[in-house]
């Protein structure tokens, strides 16, 4: 069955860097688009970032652009968001999903989840 599980969250100072990682099975890796997503405490999932199933076309949202970075290694079956530069604001949940298209970036579009990992950013 498809299986993703995220880790890699934590507590960080704000100005601080944390990567956190998917690790998926019971699929094909290689030919899915993955996306990292985030939630907040009483808000909805909001899209953070999206890599294309070769790994060429990345999609981020505005609000984390030039400060996350998603990467992904099919070897290892693992999809990263490496987050520098972190904000109180970024406090949340933190989710891997899996996509047919790189370019969604609506829940509604990713069709498996992990459990999610917990970032919280002090001021």
């Known amino acids: 069955q498809v299986r993703l599980v995220e880790s890699g969250g934590g507590l960080v100072q704000a100005g601080g860097s944390l990567r956190l990682s998917c690790v998926a099975s019971?699929?094909?890796?290689?030919?899915?688009?993955m996306g990292w997503f985030r939630q907040a405490p009483g808000k909805d999932r909001d899209f953070v970032a999206s890599?294309?199933?070769?790994?060429?076309?990345?999609n981020y949202a505005a609000s984390v652009k030039g400060r996350f970075t998603i990467s992904r290694d099919d070897a290892k079956n693992t999809v990263y968001l490496q987050m520098n530069s972190l904000k109180p604001e970024d406090t949340a949940v933190y989710y891997c999903?899996?996509?047919?298209?790189?370019?969604?970036?609506?829940?509604?579009?990713?069709?498996?989840w992990g459990q999610g990992t917990q970032v919280t950013v002090s001021s």
């Open positions: 999903g899996r996509s047919g298209f790189y370019y969604y970036r609506q829940p509604v579009n990713y069709d498996y």
């Open positions: 019971g699929f094909t890796f290689s030919t899915y688009a």
């Open positions: 890599i294309s199933s070769s790994g060429g076309s990345r």
